[in-house]
Structure formats: structure tokens, C-alpha cells
């Protein structure tokens, strides 16, 4: 199965920098590596709201190519941990670095949190990162194809329909997969649709099962709210908390399904999404993943059960 379009542009402010050299054994030779994470301040307007958002930005990459020569992309990190200016460096945002990036990429963070449950946290995985010398257009952009799980209104802890309305869609996106796997590699992500333009023609073209295009924007942000704690006596306690914001905001796609070879097939999809239970239990109970084939999924082209 292809590797979907993935693509995610940041224009902005580095804000912070948390690299490092590292290292890991591979067929008992000594691979070195730098990586970590950066933080990227990007202004910019969503469906007409501005907003200010603080992107994480996580790197990797081995320093020699296979073929042993150094590595481009660990060339690109280490002038941003070793060159580059960022606000907590400076001490203020007019003089750290305005920087780009072209060709990050949307993957999800899967893990074993408290009390044995799976958290999946979406993350931008970027390689390249240049300074901007020119005009600056600060921006925080993505460009996904993917499969159409399911959609649904979003609602709050009673159950009622937000007003106004958002709209949360599932989709399936193949990420790079090894020639040697023995499933393809695809992740669950959620997406969001905030304006109703947007959530009338997703609601009214998109089905589950089709393969579709989608931009929009990230909103990597982190917004307050008051709340009453309930006490075992007397008034409850008023007090106010700090919530983390990671969304893929929709604003535009295509109307038609994907056609041919540029669709996704469900069966494929199915394998995907098997493998991807398969690792996640084992995970749970504490099992090593191994490369164990996943049966087949009997085909079923009139109705999409993807099984989670």
C-alpha cells in the first residue's frame, strides 16, 4: 500500500530548543544520533480567530547515511541545536531566529499510560528545518490524505450536541511501511471540523470507507477553563486548569473520493489496522511485537468494520 500525502508546513518563531547527541547499539555496532525536540511560536488566524499556538516539533536522525556518508538530515538538526537562536536563548522574540519547515509530518504517539490504558497523542515529526531571511508568513498548515473511518458530532460530558457545532472525523493515514513488514503501518488520527461550510460538505460528500484530500490547520494550543470541585462538606471550590489543545482543524478538501490507484483499499486498511491491535496489546501485556504475519481480513467492500 502507498504512503499517503502527509505534509504539514510551519512558519514561526523558535521558541525552544531541547536537542541532544545520542547513540544506540545495532547488530552489535555503536549508531550515532541527534535528536529531541524543539518548540516552534506560531501566530496565525484559524477559520478567522486568531490564535497563538506553541508547536512541538520532534527530530531524529542517524549521522551516517547506509551508504556512510553524513547524513543531510543530521547535518540540518545539529545546525539548529549548535546555530539557531531560540526566545528562552534570547531571552525575547525579536531576536531568535524566525525559522521554517516544509516537510514535517503527522504521526501518532502511541503508549502504555496509568492504569494500563493506550494513549495516542498526534505529534509533527520534522527532519529540515531552514531560517527565514525574507518574508515571514508565520503559518501552521498540513496537506492528509487518508481512508474515512467514521465522523461524528462532538458533545459534551452529558451527551449534548455542542453549540456551536464541531465535527470530529476518523480517518486511517498508511504511513511508511518496510518492505519487510508484515502489514502495512497506519495510524488512527482525528480530524476537526469548526466551520459550518466545512462541516456541511464533510457531512454531506465524505462516507466512510472512500478515500479523500484534506488541509487545514494545526492548533497546538493550550486554553483555561473554570471548574467547581465538589468538597465532602459546604461550598464546592471554584478553581481553574490548564487544558492542552492538539487539533487538526479542516478547512478544505476534496469533495470526491479518491479514485483507482490513488485509493486506499479497505482490505489493506483492515491488515493496518489488525497489526496495529495486535501491537498495542501485546504492548499492554507486556510483550515483545513481533513480526508475526496478520491473517487476512475477508473482503467486504459494502461495509467498513475496522475492528476498534
Sequence with gaps: MRQAENRVKIEGILAETDLKYGSYLKNGENVETIGGMIKVLVKQEI????????IPVYMFSGKYTKAGKLNPSYESIERVMKDFVSIAAAGNEKDAD???????????????GQNNQIVSQPRINASFITKVTGDFNPEASFCLEFLVSNMNRE?????????????????IVPQYTSPDAAAPNVDVITLKAISPSVINAVESYWESGNTYRASGRLNFSAKTEEYMEEVDFGEAMRKVR??????????????APLEGDF???????KAG??????R????????TATNKKTPAPTSNKGKLDLGF
Design 47 to 54: 477559520n478567522g480567530t486568531p490564535v497563538e499556538l506553541e
Design 98 to 112: 524566525k525559522i521554517r519547515i516544509t516537510s514535517g509530518t503527522i504521526k501518532m504517539n502511541e503508549f502504555i
Design 155 to 171: 458533545t459534551d460530558a452529558d451527551g449534548v450536541e455542542l453549540d456551536p457545532p464541531r465535527l470530529n472525523v476518523e480517518v
Design 242 to 255: 490548564t487544558i492542552s489543545v492538539s487539533e487538526f482543524i479542516i478547512t478544505g478538501g476534496s469533495q
Design 263 to 269: 485509493a486506499f483499499d479497505i482490505d489493506e486498511i
Design 273 to 278: 489496522i489488525a497489526a496495529r491491535k495486535t
Design 280 to 287: 498495542l496489546e501485546d504492548a499492554k501485556s507486556g510483550k
